[in-house]
Nanobody, 121 residues
Framework: QVQLVESGGGLVQAGGSLRLSCAAS????????MGWYRQTPGKQRELVAT???????NIEDSVKGRFTISRDNANNTVYLQMNNLKPEDTAVYYC???????????????WGQGTQVTVSS
């Protein structure tokens, strides 16, 4: 069974920074893409940033230039460095892993439990 464990959320003032981490565990052989999505009450979950195992990134326009996604393939960990945070970045941030192969199973997508990021004005 694959698990994604997130850390690094919290409360920060506008203009501040946070770094989110997400580690995947569970006899993993490979993960095609890892990334971050966010969700606020009453809205659909939206993509923030993803990175493939080859290092290709996809970053949502509103966070370009402020957020950086990186990945440690050897440790199945993905990071999201968030700088110059704005109140509109407030959301629950979810880690995502796509096309996960373990020794005996395949997961098209799996999610973490979410971590709250709150940016005060």
């Amino acid at each position: 069974q694959v698990q994604l464990v997130e850390s690094g959320g919290g409360l920060v003032q506008a203009g501040g920074s946070l770094r989110l981490s997400c580690a995947a565990s569970g006899s993993i052989f490979s993960i095609y893409a890892m990334g971050w999505y966010r969700q606020t009450p009453g809205k659909q979950r939206e993509l923030v940033a993803t990175v493939t195992s080859a290092g290709y990134t996809n970053i949502e326009d509103s966070v370009k230039g402020r957020f950086t996604i990186s990945r440690d393939n050897a440790n199945n960990t993905v990071y999201l460095q968030m700088n110059n945070l704005k109140p509109e970045d407030t959301a629950v941030y979810y880690c995502n892993a796509e096309r996960v192969y373990t020794r005996s199973e395949y997961y098209r997508a799996t999610w973490g439990q979410g971590t709250q990021v709150t940016v005060s004005s």
